[in-house]
């Protein structure tokens, strides 16, 4: 595995997730035309609550990344698997059923040229960073590096953005910012509440969906 289990990634409703990612990407034994791999997302603070993912790439998508290897692949199959927590897709049991996971040209916009998990304005990427900060604070982080490239694909925001996001957060006293890297205050770490309602209500929302399909 590539991926760094102890990394969190923070979906927009507000979930903490730590991926792991079983690499390579396989070719499907079953014919179909797409390659696999196995993915396995923790929801932190939920006792061990995972949803386990096959993550199918269609040859189309294939075609337009320079490899499959982790370097090339990884930061979009994160980012699709955190948009299909967004969508409700997958579910957070104690024995989870391994989903599929379509990574097909819905990620990847052919008129653009580009990858695309949706546009996030000026409001959704301060709220993403006050988030993030404050459970990667929680998670033992005291340094956090806000031009992360990944997130910064899946908010569809230029690194500058993030950064003057950032610096009006750090105006505000929410956060501590150094150059490039970020650190909680206690103005942050004062709102822990809202922070871990919008945790539950996310988690909620998601269980109450799969409910409702189960009948």
Same mark, same amino acid.
Request: aromatic share 8%; net charge neutral.
């Given at each position: ?12 409703? @507000?979930?903490?997730?730590?991926? $792991? ?9 079953? @014919?179909?035309? &797409? ?7 923790? =929801?932190?603070?939920?006792?061990? #609550? ?11 998508v294939a075609e337009v990344l320079p490899s499959l290897e982790p370097r090339d692949s990884e930061a979009p199959t994160i980012n699709t698997l955190r948009k ?22 819905? /990620?990847?916009? =052919?008129?653009?040229? /580009? ?7 000026? $409001?959704?990427?301060?709220? &993403?960073? #006050? ?12 340094? &956090? ?9 899946? #908010?569809?925001?230029? @690194? ?8 009006? #957060?750090?105006?505000? @006293?929410?956060?501590? =910012?150094?150059?490039?890297? $970020? ?6 770490? $004062?709102? /822990? ?18 409910? &409702?399909?189960?009948?």
């Amino acid at each position: 595995m590539s991926t760094d289990q102890n990394q969190l990634w923070i979906t927009l409703s @507000g979930l903490p997730l730590r991926i $792991a990612l079983e690499w390579p990407y396989k070719k499907s034994v079953s @014919g179909a035309d &797409f390659y696999v791999l196995h993915a396995t997302l923790t =929801l932190e603070d939920s006792g061990g #609550l995972q949803a386990t993912a096959a993550v199918q790439l269609t040859l189309t998508v294939a075609e337009v990344l320079p490899s499959l290897e982790p370097r090339d692949s990884e930061a979009p199959t994160i980012n699709t698997l955190r948009k299909a927590v967004d969508a409700k897709d997958l579910e957070f049991m104690k024995n989870p059923k391994r989903v599929p996971v379509p990574f097909n040209t819905r /990620r990847w916009n =052919l008129k653009r040229q /580009r990858w695309d998990f949706g546009v996030a304005d000026e $409001a959704t990427v301060s709220r &993403f960073l #006050l988030r993030n900060l404050y459970w990667q604070s929680k998670a033992g982080v005291t340094r &956090f590096h806000v031009l992360n490239a990944v997130d910064a694909q899946y #908010l569809d925001t230029a @690194g500058e953005g993030m950064l003057a996001a950032a610096k009006k #957060l750090a105006d505000e @006293g929410m956060i501590r =910012l150094e150059g490039e890297y $970020a650190m909680a205050t206690p103005a942050l770490i $004062a709102r /822990r509440d809202e922070f871990e309602r919008d945790r539950r209500a996310a988690q909620e929302a998601l269980e109450k969906k799969h409910a &409702f399909e189960r009948g």
